[in-house]
């Protein structure tokens, strides 16, 4: 049986580079206040929860196409193994057609066979289709504040 990887499509009403530019703006819809940077290749970041973090190497950076995070480390205690996302990427890929931009958000690794994937999705669904797509849109996302 093949694995699925968490995936979602979403559509925003702005160009593919203003998408990409927004993405790199992790504060303005995913966690309110992390460390380092988002905008260029080999950039790091932290992404602290209260006891949780994630730490992400931008790996790939293709302006307005697509953006990839590599989790370098990362601690969730709420899990058997506190290390589960380590060695995932999340995926960013951006299609553009008449000032309407596609993303395609995947989450590789996390897959039905692991425990974190139903909260985990369950997470991803409200920062992704609810939080990012109202960040691009409306300018004002809902960042979690720790």
């Known amino acids: 049986m093949e694995s699925k990887n968490y995936h979602r ?7 593919a580079a203003a998408v990409m530019e ?6 303005g819809w995913w966690v309110a206040k992390i460390d380092g940077n988002t905008e260029k290749l080999h950039d790091k970041f932290h992404v602290p929860m209260g006891s949780t973090f994630v730490d992400f190497q931008i790996t790939e950076l293709v302006p307005a196409k697509k953006l990839v995070w590599k989790v370098t480390d990362c601690h969730i205690p709420w899990l058997k193994d506190t290390k589960e996302w380590k060695d995932t990427e999340v995926v ?41 797509v109202k960040f691009i849109n409306e300018g004002e996302g809902m960042p979690k504040k720790f």
Do not use: Q
């Open 9 to 15: 499509t979403i559509t925003v009403d702005a160009p």
């Open 22 to 27: 927004k993405i790199n703006r992790v504060d």
């Open 92 to 132: 960013f890929e951006l299609a553009e057609t008449k000032g309407k931009t596609s993303i395609g958000f995947t989450h590789i690794g996390l897959v039905p066979e692991v425990e974190c994937y139903e909260n985990c999705k369950k997470g991803w669904d409200g920062y992704v289709t609810e939080s990012l």
